[in-house]
């Protein structure tokens, strides 16, 4: 069977941390064949138990399979097609190892390891056939540099990634060149509405625009605004509030710097529900987000509650036995939350010591920490939902979270996808870069990467020199 395909389609052998991160790659080989060891399947059998992101995976890779394989034993050795059940993504069949492997070829190789035990397997597939391309997928750096050494095709699961190269990933900024005006203001027409200024312009670089995309002219006389619509080689702009001016402080806080100022006017505006903010350690992500929630949750009125949420790694693991509350437990991760509001509470000079004290318990009764666990089936109404480092979220654990948002609720990310702890997962398959990805252009979402870290002079030489 597979010497008559030879020609066209590859041989996969799946590593079972390839099931385990997406149960969902069987079907994810187009027009290929996959191949999965016995031990595969052992070690998803010794990885089902438990209510982690991983045991959910290994099991559903199990009912994927099974629904596959079906009742049938005859089609084993021919392989089964895995277009069964309406799937029309995938024209190849799936194999099963039905015989042992004698490994005495492999000496290199020690032991009965799990590693070892799927390498020998390839080898032997390059063996029976020769003329096929027969690949190792796996998520598993180690295993694929083995694999190298012995001769063997190896290569990572690049399925999920939403971009191979981060550097391309949308920044929620654009610069402007020195001739912008004299290409766009032909027909450029301007009127004001409730205090703001917006000009609506044509041109060549309009259809590259997309919607809550900030725009900057830094020549003569510097122009900084925000893209509310875009159609065609048509763009209206709104100008931007500039809250760099003490006058437009948001709890007390000014911005120190134009990605800063263009963050500020994502959290305070209305209209839009869903603000992700890239940035490296010191560029302020935490406290723009803070100082704004405050405002519109107890100066505006707009939310009625904030909630922190911050991924604890290991993700998805229970929290612990000991004693306290779901907040309590929750406090050691919530370091950052603690020093950002002394930083919003000592902004306030005239209020003396005791104000202060009474608005730090007015702030703690209106800020609930909230840990991911426990974050399904939930609904938010009007609440300002903050999940920190988001970059350590899966794409699905990511859906998990933003679904969560009822009417009114406003949800913003945080994260630095130069610093992901989670097993398997890189800059180009976090859940954060899927989402910037996917909501770009989005009229109600809004994404900046911050550049400057603003922290200290000690900080921002540390970060450039270490």
């Known amino acids: 069977m597979a010497k008559k395909r030879g020609n066209q389609t590859k041989l996969f052998v799946l590593d079972t941390n390839v099931l385990m991160h997406d149960p969902s790659s069987l079907f994810r080989f187009e027009e290929h064949d996959i191949y999965l060891p016995m031990v595969t399947l052992e070690e998803l059998d010794n990885n089902k138990k438990g209510m982690t992101e991983v045991a959910r995976n290994a099991r559903q890779a199990s009912r994927f399979i099974e629904e596959i394989i079906g009742s049938t034993m005859e089609t084993l050795e021919e392989g089964c097609p895995l277009s069964k059940n309406g799937n029309n993504f995938s024209s190849g069949r799936l194999f099963l190892q039905t015989r042992a492997i004698i490994t005495d070829e492999l000496p290199m190789l020690a032991g009965s390891k799990a590693d070892n035990q799927i390498l020998s397997v390839v080898a032997h597939q390059q063996k029976k056939f020769p003329e096929r391309q027969v690949i190792l997928v796996s998520k598993d750096i180690n295993i694929r540099i083995k694999a190298r050494a012995m001769g063997i095709a190896a290569q990572d699961y690049f399925n999920d990634k939403v971009l191979e190269d981060t550097e391309l990933l949308y920044t929620g900024v654009k610069e402007l060149p020195a001739d912008f005006w004299d290409k766009h203001s032909k027909h450029m027409e301007s009127w004001q509405e409730a205090g703001r200024m917006f ?101 505006k009125k707009i939310y009625s509650e904030i909630i922190m949420t911050r991924v604890t790694v290991p993700v998805g693991e229970d929290i612990g036995f000991l004693p306290g509350t779901e907040e309590e437990k929750m406090t050691p991760w919530m370091g950052a939350l603690e020093d950002n509001l002394d930083v919003l509470n000592k902004s306030d000079d005239d209020a003396g010591d005791w104000g202060r004290a009474a608005t730090q318990d007015l702030i703690r009764t209106r800020i609930k920490v909230k840990s991911m666990n426990f974050m399904r089936g939930r609904t938010f109404l009007h609440k300002f939902l903050i999940i920190d480092e988001a970059q350590n979220l899966t794409p699905k654990q990511m859906k998990t979270l933003i679904t969560r948002a009822g009417p009114g609720t406003k949800v913003v990310c945080l994260g630095n996808i130069a610093q992901i702890d989670t097993p398997y997962l890189t800059e180009g398959s976090s859940g954060l870069t899927y989402v910037v990805d996917r909501f770009k252009g989005w009229p109600h979402s809004g994404h900046i990467t911050l550049m400057r870290g603003e922290r200290s002079r000690l900080a921002d030489f540390a970060a450039e020199t270490l």
């Not at 830094?218 to 509310?228: K, Y």
């Not at 003490?246 to 959290?267: D, S, Y």
């Open 199 to 299: 000009y609506r312009i044509s041109g060549p670089l309009c259809p590259s625009f997309l919607v809550n995309e900030f725009i900057f002219y830094e020549h003569e006389s510097p122009f900084h605004a925000i893209v509310r619509k875009q159609e065609g080689k048509t763009a209206v702009l709104e100008v931007l509030k500039d809250y760099t001016q003490q006058k437009h402080n948001v709890w007390g806080i000014t911005a120190r710097n134009r990605e800063q100022n263009f963050a500020l006017n994502l959290l305070m505006d209305p209209e839009i529900d869903f603000i992700t903010l890239l940035g490296q350690a010191g560029t302020g992500k935490t406290l723009l987000t803070l100082a704004s929630a405050l405002t519109q949750t107890l100066d």
